[in-house]
């Protein structure tokens, strides 16, 4: 049989049980559970030509995940956990990819992805019970389960400045980075964007820039990540606690290998607080947010944690002003992405290192030569990097032109914003599942996690639906109505809808609806509603029998 990652590509293919399109964690461990658990016939469209999702494109300088190594990875096999070593404790992108590719090497995953196609429509057909899907080589695929694997970060927001078309150098968006890089040697570089990703370029640009102007709108905290090296020890302690770790993800609210202190900020004295807050500043990372339990729950917990990292700012950064406009942040802390970095305030003390205040004088052009802002100031710039995201979430997944009943597109159905039931599926797309889709604790959470989470109660639910001969599951519009006013509850007991630039809203793509898409009400809790869910006969879902099916053909 010849290998469907190579062979030619036919018109039209044999029908399949499913079609998965991506090919990043969620992507490959759906087709290892559809095609090594269940022995269906599963094929992965991917349009890259190798594994990894958004770790074959996010090539950007300093690219680095933020959960430590030991957690970022899957935790379905211990063989898998066993046999791979990780070198840091918070891996670069290029070890993040070849873990990828060792786990599709490890189960023999390739043999049915076929990469290079990318998908370019979807179309429910009701009266064969089948979706249709064609890619951009003019191939065509009929299966009966659709399965998006997509991912939430993978559709790069390019900001459609006046005048861009008309630079004379070299654009890149962080999401879209050239495989053999990007030279900046004595380069001016203009990079635009401080969320995660700007947080972690800057300082790895700077080092070979000849100048490096950083344009910020949005002010933003971050923690040191203290990154380093895993020593042997450090290795053999995480190898031999790979249960008590495994159990602690999947217990806590965001699947990190850490809890939540059980304690209120006013539980302890002024000097108590800033001491554990310096204890957590020192530990690095994410664990910062952890040391009290409502940090994220009320806004005077929260000003301790934000008036402390601002405190930060000041005392590294050496320019006053330069410091001012980088602690002046409008938002509470970890309302938005809590990013963390490696040396990222320090680098503003860089003698060839510049900061730009957009939100008090916006971009107003780019020129031939740079940048205009609105008070007329121009910047001659060579590169410009846009660090400026995606359109997270549902950007992915209304670039494939998805159609379910009567032609209803995906893009129509959400006009006003995602709905859906449970993050999986959304009524009048039968028998398609969205992998770690708005309204699922996805990326507030450390993505390994929903992502095994996802795809094991899409298998179960595909296993349940031929064991007992139902040829057509679909969310209930009354389902996802309550689901929707479910997620918008959990959101508003936190303060993360208070970012008001936050792309959790997506509010950083004009035009895009302000819906808060992410669940907030945490992964833990996630699980047990999925669990029930199940366990009630697939509540809330429409199960429609292959005999009612067959007299409705």
Known sequence: MPN???????????????????????????????????????????????????????????????????????????????????????PQQPEILRYMNFVADKLDLKRDIRFKTRVTGAEYDAARNVWHVSTDDGGRFTATYLITAVGCLSTANVPQIPGLESFAGKAYHTGLWPHEGVDFRGKR?????????????????????????????????????????????????????????RR???????????????????????????????????????????????????????????????????????????????????????????????????TFNRDNV???????????AVTPTGIRLKSGAEHAVDIIVFATGFDAMTGSLIKLNIKGRDGLPLAKAWEAGPRNYLGIQVSGFPNMFTLTGPG???????????????????????????????????????????????????????????????WYLGANVPGKPRVFMPYAGGMARFRDICNDVAAKGYEGFELTGAERQAAAE
């Open 4 to 90: 469907a990652a190579t062979s030619a590509h036919p018109t039209e293919t044999p029908a399949l049980d499913a079609i998965i399109i991506g090919a990043g964690l969620s992507g490959m461990y759906q087709l290892h559970c559809l095609r090594d658990r269940l022995g269906l016939r599963a094929q992965v469209l991917e349009a890259a030509d190798g594994v990894g999702g958004t770790w074959y494109w996010n090539r950007y300088p300093g690219a680095r995940c933020d959960s430590e190594s030991h957690s970022y990875c899957f935790q379905f096999s211990d063989e898998l956990l066993k046999e791979w070593e990780w070198s840091e404790r918070y």
């Open 189 to 245: 570089v203009a990079q635009i964007g401080t969320g995660s990703t700007g947080i972690q370029a800057a300082p790895v640009i700077a080092e070979t820039a000849g100048h490096l102007t950083v344009f910020q709108r949005t002010a933003n905290y971050s923690v040191p990540a203290h990154n380093a090296p895993l020593s042997p020890e450090r290795k053999k302690e995480l190898m031999d606690r790979i249960e008590e770790t």
């Open 248 to 346: 602690v993800m999947r217990s806590t609210p965001n699947g990190h290998p850490f809890q939540i202190v059980d304690r209120s900020v006013f539980d302890v004295s002024d000097e108590e607080r800033r001491r554990i807050y310096e204890k957590q500043w020192e530990v690095g990372g994410l664990q910062f947010r952890a040391a009290f339990r409502d940090i994220l729950l009320d806004k005077k917990a929260n000003d301790t944690a934000a008036e402390f990292l601002k405190d930060k700012i000041r005392s590294i950064v050496k320019d006053p002003k330069t410091a001012a406009i980088l602690a002046d942040i409008d938002h509470p802390y970890a309302a938005k992405r809590p990013p963390i970095d490696s040396h990222y305030f320090e």
């Open 354 to 364: 510049s900061l730009v205040d957009v939100r008090s004088d916006p971009i107003e």
């Open 440 to 502: 699922s604790p996805s990326v507030l959470c450390n993505m390994p996690v929903p992502i095994e989470q996802h795809v094991e109660w899409v298998t179960d639910c595909i296993a349940h639906m031929r064991k007992n001969g139902i040829a057509r599951i679909e969310a209930k519009p009354e389902a996802m109505d309550r689901w929707v006013a479910h997620v918008n509850d959990a959101a508003k007991a936190t303060l993360l809808p208070e970012a008001h630039h936050s």
